[in-house]
């Protein structure tokens, strides 16, 4: 535990000053919790017990995959809200990913139907949509890093050697590197706007070869 106290709740959730019932009114039966490092705080398709605070420490927000490899989505630090857990709320699904604590933690745990009746609140819900939108942009730049990664560059090397024009659909390059056709499709139209290929219908016409070839060398750097 903790040697020092954490920091009050509504100085790093000035949004729950509005809220009712308040956090006091619903003491003892929420109340914080300290635990150590590595406490799964919730697991993936399991209920949502409730809606956590951080007050202290770290917890990660994971995703495990079905051959056992686990993607890091990201990190709840005291004065952020979990993004996973909001969206379970929202719609009351099982949750899509799971948490553990990084380090010792102390939290508060809001039931849901509490935090439901918190959402009446205009600032607790601004808040909360306000946390949808940064996580979305994190999320949306963590699915482009993984997604694409050396992808374009293998794409790159894909589309040479054919001659200038290929008839080729995007679901069978997507098929020859092992991914989606959605994928291929964002990449190709990407490099239309480069200029280095035109597109139609089943067909990829190659207009800057040089600038694929040195795309496609990086391949092994």
């Known amino acids: 535990m903790n040697s020092s106290a954490p920091p ?3 100085a ?3 949004a729950l000053a509005k809220v009712r019932p308040t956090l ?3 003491a003892p039966a929420v109340a914080p919790v300290t635990v150590p490092a590595g406490t799964v705080l919730f697991s993936e398709n399991a209920p949502c017990r409730g809606f ?3 007050l202290s ?9 079905g051959d056992g490899r686990s993607l890091e989505l990201y990190r709840v630090v005291p004065g952020e809200l979990c993004l996973v857990s909001s969206a379970c709320l929202f719609r009351t699904q099982p949750l899509s990913a799971h948490g553990i604590t990084t380090k010792a933690s102390t939290l508060l745990l809001i039931p849901p139907d509490i935090f439901q ?5 205009p600032s607790f819900r601004d808040e909360v949509l306000g946390l949808f939108a940064e996580r979305m942009a994190d999320l949306t730049s963590l699915v482009d890093a993984v997604a694409f990664h050396k992808l374009d560059r293998r794409l790159a090397a894909a589309l040479l050697g054919h001659g200038q024009h290929l008839a080729v659909t995007h679901q069978a ?3 020859e590197l092992g991914t989606v056709r959605e994928i291929v499709t964002r990449l190709l139209r990407r490099f239309e706007r480069e200029g280095w290929v035109a597109l139609g219908r089943e067909q990829i016409q190659i207009v800057n070869g040089a600038a ?3 795309l496609a060398a990086t391949l092994a750097a």
């Open 8 to 10: 009050a709740p509504a």
């Open 12 to 14: 790093l959730y000035p």
């Open 24 to 26: 006091a009114e619903l």
């Open 52 to 54: 956590p605070l951080v």
């Open 57 to 65: 420490g770290e917890v990660k927000v994971s995703r495990n995959s």
């Open 117 to 121: 009746r918190w959402l009446e609140t």
């Open 173 to 175: 390059l997507a098929n």
């Open 212 to 214: 694929l070839r040195e």
